[in-house]
């Protein structure tokens, strides 16, 4: 291995990534998986992290999974300690469970907004917090949070949803400066349109379809493994001098006008 690859190298560690059972969950899990780590794969459905497990164990890699709501906070207490207990320390944290509901903001309720914000802004608080006196106490770790390109530009029907990634980028920000000292990095993977179970409602539209390769400089959706190489990059030694930045995935949406 050369000394620009062994920068890249996992080995050794372990991964915890949220909303793992399908998707781009999924496929950043493999992506870190690839590159050496032990990951675990967590969501709600243990069915269904069981079966993504197993895919990813016929592929030869190292792979445990954690059924746990990290909308709850006392799930994600006794959920990170009893991953803890069981593999070790959590080396790189990816905060990738995330949902959507379009709207207009007027047929908002409030139980939609709460579920909403529960789910892509609370939750990656609540994952952060329980990991991070671990890492404090090895000095060292890695956060790595899904922010979106909604944190940055807006479209009608998913203002709720913006202002969740908005927060996310300033979560990211925040715990950055704050764990700086402790060599411990925190950044954000902010992807573009990329065919998802989120997206899948888009996917199918073929107007929408027209107006995202016309408005994409790529001229297409994103795939989900085009996220892994990203993730790598956040979770390695390679950023060890990167933290707080939000590394835009999109195909160069956010780059043209």
């Not at 459905?45 to 746990?68: H, I, Q």
Request: aromatic share 6%; hydrophobic share 50%; glycine share 10%.
């Amino acid at each position: 291995m050369t000394a620009g690859a062994a920068s890249f190298d996992l080995t050794g560690k372990t991964a915890l990534v949220t909303g793992a059972g399908s998707g781009l969950g999924l496929a950043i899990a493999r992506g870190l998986g690839d590159a050496g780590a032990r990951v675990v794969l967590n969501g709600r459905n243990a069915a269904k992290l069981d079966a993504a497990a197993s895919t990813l164990r016929r592929d030869g890699l190292a792979v445990e999974t954690a059924a746990f709501d990290v909308s709850d906070p006392e799930s994600v207490r006794t959920g990170v300690a009893a991953v803890q207990a069981s593999v070790g320390a959590i080396d790189i944290l990816v905060n990738n469970a995330g949902m959507q509901h379009r709207g207009s903001v007027t047929d908002f309720s409030d139980a939609d907004w709460r579920r909403l914000m529960a789910t892509n802004l609370d939750a990656p608080f609540y994952m952060a917090r329980a990991v991070i006196p671990q890492m404090q106490a090895r000095r060292a770790g890695k956060i790595i949070n899904i922010a979106s390109i909604m944190a940055r530009i807006a479209r009608p029907t998913v203002v709720p949803y913006e202002v969740s990634k908005g927060g996310i980028a300033m979560l990211t920000r925040g715990l950055a400066v704050e764990l700086a000292p402790h060599d411990i990095q925190v950044n954000a993977i902010a992807p573009g349109y990329f065919k998802s179970e989120l997206t899948a409602a888009l996917a199918a539209d073929v107007a929408f379809n027209t107006w995202l390769e016309r408005r994409t400089p790529a001229g297409r959706w994103g795939e989900p493994h085009e996220l892994a190489g990203a993730a790598v990059f956040l979770a390695s030694p390679a950023s060890r001098f990167v933290t707080g930045q939000i590394l835009y995935v999109d195909g160069g949406v956010t780059a043209a006008m």
